[in-house]
Nanobody
Framework: QVQLVESGGGFVQPGGSLRLSCAAS????????VGWFRQAPGKERERLSC????????IYADSVKGRFTISRDNAEHTVYLQMDSLKQEDTAAYYC??????????????WGQGTQVTVSS
């Protein structure tokens, strides 16, 4: 059964850091672009970042550019989202998703169940 699992969420003070992980079962992430998204209550889902599998090129939303870093470790079959300088407005449920292909131009096919990130003093 195909499944994506996010981990690493939690509670952090403003200015702090968290690293989210995205792992798959039933298939390997290595051949697909992977995106990170978030959704806060009452807001639309937002794509934060994506990393391709072809050349590990990355894209970022303006809201997180310079603070978040996406990376992938094919040896561990995991994609990470390093989140630094966290702000209260980063509070949301965070999801990873795999694209239908190897670049970030594709639509997203499989989604994880999400991990909550809460930034508060």
């Amino acid at each position: 059964q195909v499944q994506l699992v996010e981990s690493g969420g939690g509670f952090v003070q403003p200015g702090g850091s968290l690293r989210l992980s995205c792992a798959a079962s039933g298939f390997t992430l290595d051949y697909f672009a992977v995106g990170w998204f978030r959704q806060a209550p009452g807001k639309e889902r937002e794509r934060l970042s994506c990393i391709s599998s072809s050349d590990s090129s990355t894209i970022y939303a303006d809201s997180v550019k310079g603070r978040f870093t996406i990376s992938r470790d094919n040896a561990e079959h995991t994609v990470y989202l390093q989140m630094d300088s966290l702000k209260q407005e980063d509070t949301a449920a965070y999801y990873c998703a795999t694209a239908y292909g190897d670049t970030c131009d594709y639509e997203y096919e499989y989604w994880g169940q999400g991990t909550q990130v809460t930034v508060s003093s």
